[in-house]
């Protein structure tokens, strides 16, 4: 029973590599009879937003994502203060006095000399009698973990055996000078807290990996199995953060596509497996293994997802899409659905059948047409009228194949193209058609 946690900053809309991330999560809960926790890195109160977060909930929801518990940082401050004592009781948390600018200055000359800009433990070196003149100067500590500097190994359970020697990064700031928190710390505390056993999570937090288990350590937690993915490329090879637009969820759902497309897309993009459209989340997490994930980026392309959309409304069955449509019968799905890309197309199909159209006949067609209408079958009628009808129609006028169809079409629809007449014949009815053939 695996317990992870999906834990986005709520500063914004979730893309599709970031519900990428939540399905690989929701995915494995469901696969191990798990939990499946929502926790919203909002420390930065700033900038977090509450409608955010409701609408990073309803995106979930939309994508059938059904969080057993939610929790917010910013209702945790204390347990963070509480850890944060701890590291400072046990020497892994120091203050520091730098200034941003002192930084970047020192940054600098170590690049200049060819050294890696790595923080120098200057403030390690300061006595008591200094930090007190500093604060005496209005100065405020930021606080940093003192790394092992050692080699932290685990394996990832996507990208295989991990060393990170920690010497070779900068100790990092766990929190600022106005004693708010980075996200490094709290998101420690909390997988500890909550008995985090998986953490699923994007390539770019590989380094907090190492970060974070040396942080586990000294708080004497169990640290979890982590697993990096691959982000997300578009289809023009550049990351998808800076640009959200037509990829957040929000704008998905609002331009009308099926969530199990973009649940589909998601969970297979970057796999082994094909990518086909799901209709729901039996297959997926029945085929789900985190081995299958690929360690190279995943190309997303609006276009395939459009494309996965159409196949999957061609598969469902009328009784998936009967509530949401609100109009129409099964009959009418089944010889419709074949030629959507959404089901809102489903519209305008089902006004060519049941409103009014201006049947399309060119000249030289006229009276084919018109004979042909009376020799339409008498009701009832059924998916075989179509066929009786035609055949009898071909021998009358001698037409055959397109010419024989393509003007009945026009006439029966007024459009060149759509569903089979044979299913939408009966649904247009004799007395509709025979005023559209007249
Ligand atoms: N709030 C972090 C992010 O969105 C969470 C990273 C993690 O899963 O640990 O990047």
Not at 319 to 324: K, L
Not at 347 to 360: N, Y
Request: glycine share 8%.
């Amino acid at each position: 029973m695996a317990i992870l946690r999906f834990a986005p900053s709520p500063t914004g809309r979730i893309h599709i590599g970031n519900a990428r991330t939540a399905i690989l999560n929701w995915l494995m809960a469901q696969k191990t009879g798990g939990q499946f926790i929502l926790r919203y890195d909002d420390t930065d109160v700033a900038r977090s937003k509450t409608e955010h977060a409701e609408a990073i909930a309803a995106d979930l929801d939309w994508l059938g994502i059904k969080p057993a518990r939610v929790e917010y940082q910013s209702k945790r401050f204390d347990k963070y203060h509480a850890a944060a004592e701890k590291l400072r009781a046990s020497g892994h948390l120091y203050a520091c006095y730098e200034s941003a600018d002192e930084l970047d200055r020192r940054r600098k000359r170590q690049l200049a000399r060819h050294q890696p800009p790595i923080y120098d433990r200057a403030a390690l070196r300061l006595t008591a009698g200094d930090r007190a003149m500093l604060e005496a100067e209005g100065r405020k500590p930021h606080w940093r973990f003192k790394l092992d500097h050692a080699t932290v190994e685990w394996t990832d359970l996507i990208r295989g055996p991990q060393h990170i020697d920690t010497a070779t990064l900068s100790d990092p700031v766990l929190i600022r000078e106005d004693g708010s928190y980075l996200y490094t710390l709290p998101s420690v505390v909390d997988d500890i807290e909550f008995g985090i056993t998986h953490v699923i999570r994007g390539e770019d937090h590989v380094v907090n990996a190492a970060v974070q288990i040396e942080i586990t350590r000294a708080l004497g937690g169990t640290i979890p199995a982590y697993a990096h993915h691959s982000l997300l490329i578009g289809s023009d090879g550049a990351g998808l953060s800076k640009r959200l637009g037509s990829l957040s969820i929000g704008a998905m759902r609002e331009n009308g596509l099926e969530a199990m497309a973009v649940v589909s897309i998601a969970a297979l993009l970057g796999t082994s497996d094909s990518i086909h459209p799901c209709a729901d989340y039996t297959e997926l997490v029945e085929g789900f293994d985190l081995a299958k994930l690929s360690r190279a980026p995943a190309r997303f392309d609006e276009a395939e997802l459009n494309h996965l959309n159409a196949k999957l409304l061609h598969m469902l069955p009328w009784n998936a899409v009967r509530n949401r449509l609100g109009y129409g019968r099964e009959a009418f799905w089944l010889a419709v659905r074949g030629n959507l890309e959404k089901l809102s197309d489903a519209r305008a199909w089902h006004e060519i059948i049941t409103g009014k159209i201006t049947p399309v006949i060119a000249a030289e067609d006229r009276s084919f047409v018109s004979d042909a209408a009376t020799s339409l079958p008498a009701e009832p009628w059924d998916s075989t009228t179509w066929k009786t009808w035609t055949d009898a129609v071909k021998l009358a006028s001698g037409r055959k194949g397109k010419q024989l169809f393509m003007p009945l079409r026009l006439a029966l629809t007024g459009l060149d193209h759509g569903p089979e007449l044979a299913a939408l014949l009966p649904l247009i009815g004799r007395q509709k058609a025979m005023d559209r053939l007249a």
